[in-house]
């Protein structure tokens, strides 16, 4: 396993639910190749993150449950990774702008230095040296800022249709108990929540909020999976993500895959991967045949709930279809998804 550039640590990048996961677990399954789990080099600010948890307000926790179930071996592996990705979120080197505000200084000794820490940083956080995988994370990430410090990096970055992930995150923050009013069966508890907030119908019903909670079924049933609300608040981390990474489409050190062709075309989606990370796919063959005839979990317990491409088709309605394609009609459009 050669590489024909400088060592770089390549990212694996797109909106949450659509597929990044399953990306980063099969190219860490490969031999020769490390790539870690949601550890931030480039990271989005406080403000723009704000941004993509969307419009959220109605929602509430009625319960805590860990949204990486299946992820990680054990509960100390999630409690070392929760440890690890936190310092980082917080470590002032690890902030948004840092690299663009130093290296855009018409110092080139400064814009050098700021290049060389930070290069030593990302090389302590992924241990670049230690290892002589090929090495990656997978992360919301600063394109711009990152190929400042690696112009020669590669970011693959993995898009699914928006409505197949709006649905995928609905079932997700289910399972993780975070609901929205409108989940409440029981009239006078939803009129409280509509009128007094989340904090006031948090302290009055707390020891009790599941009792007056829709069933998934019955969310199904009604027709409440996607509403208006859901996809306000599901839907606006795709369109910022997709956005961002389609003003870096024609860069060379970018590959934009698709999550339909991972499904349909595993073998094939994954040698385009590494051939951009410039490795020899055809050294790793009998792997990733061996990952197509793998059963994947998926359920409940698992953190893959169906991986169904289309199954928006089950909760969309003509309503909320129509409204979703207003939002985001250009980056589907640009995306080559189908209305």
């Known amino acids: 396993m050669t590489r024909t550039q400088d060592k770089y640590p390549f990212v694996v990048f797109g909106p949450s639910k659509s597929g990044t996961t399953w990306l980063q677990k099969s190219l860490n399954q490969l031999h020769g190749i490390t790539c870690h789990f949601q550890l931030p080099i480039f990271p989005f600010s406080k403000s723009e993150l704000d941004k993509l948890n969307g ?4 929602m509430f926790s ?62 302590a956080v992924l241990d670049l ?73 948090m302290k009055l019903f707390k020891s009790n909020i599941k009792s007056h909670l829709y069933s998934d079924e019955e969310l199904e049933n009604k027709g409440l999976i996607v509403t208006k609300e859901v996809i306000d608040a599901f839907g606006t981390d795709w369109i910022e993500v997709v956005d961002h990474i389609h003003k870096y489409r024609e860069h060379p050190g970018v590959l934009i895959v698709k999550y339909e ?15 951009h990370i410039e490795l020899n796919p055809t050294e790793y063959k009998d792997e990733l045949e061996a990952m197509v005839k793998q059963k994947k979990e ?5 953190f893959y709930r169906s ?33």
């Open 55 to 58: 419009n959220r307000k109605t």
């Open 62 to 123: 009625a319960f805590e449950s860990s949204p990486f179930a299946g992820v990680f071996e054990s509960d100390d592996k999630y409690n070392e990774y929760k440890d690890i990705n936190n310092f980082l979120r917080k470590f002032p080197l690890n902030q948004k702008g840092f690299t663009e505000k130093f290296m855009d200084s018409d110092s080139k000794a400064l814009n050098d230095l700021v290049k060389k820490i930070k290069q030593n940083y990302t090389s």
């Open 298 to 302: 998926f359920g409940k317990n698992s």
């Open 129 to 201: 040296e230690n290892n002589p995988d090929c090495v990656g994370t997978k992360a919301y990430t600063n394109i711009g800022e990152y190929f400042k410090v690696y112009p020669n990096g590669k970011v693959i970055c993995i898009v699914r249709n928006i409505r197949d992930v709006i649905v995928s995150k609905r079932f997700h923050n289910l399972r993780g108990g975070n609901y929205f009013i409108h989940d409440i069966k029981t009239f006078h508890v939803r009129l409280i929540g509509r009128l007094f907030g989340k904090k006031v119908l």
């Open 307 to 339: 991986g169904k491409i289309g199954d928006f088709e089950n909760h969309f309605n003509n309503s909320t279809n129509a409204y979703i394609i207003s939002k985001s009609k250009k980056l589907m459009t640009e995306m080559n998804y189908e209305f």
């Open 261 to 275: 062709d991972m499904k349909t075309e595993f073998v094939k989606t994954m040698y385009s991967v590494l051939e």
